[in-house]
């Protein structure tokens, strides 16, 4: 089945610097990967996905690269603030597309 | 549009008891996935109904199961309750299954003693 490997667990940066969230898949079947922000106490949010029909994805501050080929997409967090501090989870679906299989998760700490 | 809700939000149990929690899902949304959330193990799957019928099954132990109503509300049963289930048991719902967005409920912290 799918499995998604995610790097680093955890990640400390100085506001105002970039981040980056490494995950990798198993599936080349896989076409959908989407990125999940989890603030301290709360629920898991989608923040940004991509389609494997394109390469990157840009939503303000946050982008998504996709690299088909090698089977990894990147997270991207530009100009951090305290406020990105959370667990960011990528994902893939399974091959039956029914299962979102999560990457184990990355700790991003942004301090000012 | 109302959120996903979950309950109870707490649990206290021992050891050999057994649980059922249940979701909500959002108006609309016909399938609930359910997730067990444990620190340096992120979100593990555990199973996904649709239309009341279980279309996938984590690599979780049979203790573990569920099922889903024709109003689209799930509940997750564990039975025999060991330590190791004290966690976090998240649901997801959405419209269609894995490629669409998934709406998180709040969450069971569920604790065995």
């Known amino acids: 089945g799918e499995n998604v490997e995610q790097h680093p667990s955890t990640l400390s940066v100085q506001e105002g610097d970039s981040a980056v969230i490494k995950c990798t898949y198993s599936?080349?079947?896989?076409?959908?990967f989407p990125w999940y922000k989890q603030e301290l106490g709360k629920r898991p949010q989608l923040i940004i996905d991509?389609?494997?029909?394109?390469g990157e994805k840009k939503d303000q501050r946050i982008a998504v690269t996709l690299n088909k080929t090698a089977k990894h997409f990147s997270l991207h967090i530009t100009e951090t603030q305290p406020e990105d501090s959370a667990v960011y989870f990528c994902a893939a679906p399974d091959q039956a597309g029914t299962a979102l299989i999560f990457g184990k998760g990355t700790t991003l700490s942004v301090s000012s | 549009k109302a959120g996903v809700t979950q309950t109870p939000r707490y649990l206290i149990k021992t050891r050999g008891q057994q649980v059922t929690l249940s979701c909500s899902p959002i108006?609309?949304?016909?399938?609930v996935s359910w997730y067990q959330q444990t620190p340096g193990q992120g979100l593990q799957f555990l199973f996904e109904?649709?239309?009341?019928?279980?279309?996938n099954k984590g690599n979780f132990p049979g203790r573990f199961s569920g099922r889903q109503f024709s109003n689209s509300r799930s509940e997750m049963n564990v039975s025999t309750l060991e330590l190791g289930d004290s966690a976090l048991y998240l649901c997801a719902t959405s419209q269609g299954g894995a490629y669409n967005e998934q709406f998180f409920g709040p969450g069971t912290r569920l604790t065995v003693l």
């Open positions: 108006s609309g949304h016909r399938s």
């Open positions: 109904y649709f239309s009341e019928t279980q279309r």
């Open positions: 599936d080349s079947a896989s076409n959908y």
């Open positions: 991509i389609r494997s029909n394109v």
